[in-house]
């Protein structure tokens, strides 16, 4: 079994205002509404975090269930979307089979070596017709061609898990067939130089130490920047839907 490469029961606390909060949520759900059949009435929001994007699913008009294994996002969201969530790793899930008409998994598949096996627990508890849908290729979102990105062109970087070919192929696999695919705006997280040298020297890198040679010299190098505190473009997130077929294939 993977771990998550961050910890976000200790993220928690800041992470709705170092993720763009409300305005982002909302272009994700809008976008999540877009790809949902008619029809869909029940839906699981896996990893759902603090609930800024379930609430918005829910206030839509479906019957929404949310879920996350980090305690100390649940509890946010338990706050926005009161006896809507429980604690539980989209691995293994605690529902029966055909329990729900969509899955959703926003920002998820990046974190974890085993990706597959959320798209596996997805196909699982889909009913025949039902959708999953997922974000992909998050971390190439952010690259947005900036000096920002310039920058930080020489980290070391992980092998994206939710690269879309891969993703696809893991849907592939439990017969779930694509089905819709959609973009939005990741509002509020254009990057300022500030901002991202203080990521760096965070560890939000996992794979940049803090204090290490290279990370001191690329925060050194983002602080040179010009406008320190002008963000830049914002990321363009990905969407893909998968269909579980209403017949056996």
Known sequence: MSTLVFDYDEEAERYDALRGGEPRAAAAADAVLGLLPDGTRTLLDVACGTGTVTRRLLAAGLDVTGADAAYGMLSRAAARVPGRVVLADARRLPFPDAAFDAVTAIWLLHLLDDAEQVVAEAARVLRPGGVLVTTVDKAASHDVGSDIDAVMAPRPRR???????????????????????????????????????????????????????????????????????????????????????????
């Open 159 to 249: 092998a994206a898990r939710d690269r879309v070919d891969l993703v696809a192929s893991y849907a592939g696999r439990y017969a779930l067939l694509p089905a819709g695919r959609a973009v939005f705006c990741g509002r509020g997280q254009g990057r300022t130089p500030r901002q991202a040298a203080a990521d760096v020297r965070r560890g939000w890198y996992t794979l940049l130490a803090p204090g290490a040679p290279l990370t001191e010299e690329l925060a050194s190098r983002l602080e040179q920047l010009p406008d320190q505190q002008v963000p830049r473009a914002e990321p363009q997130f990905k969407l893909r839907a998968f269909q579980k077929p209403r017949h056996p294939l």
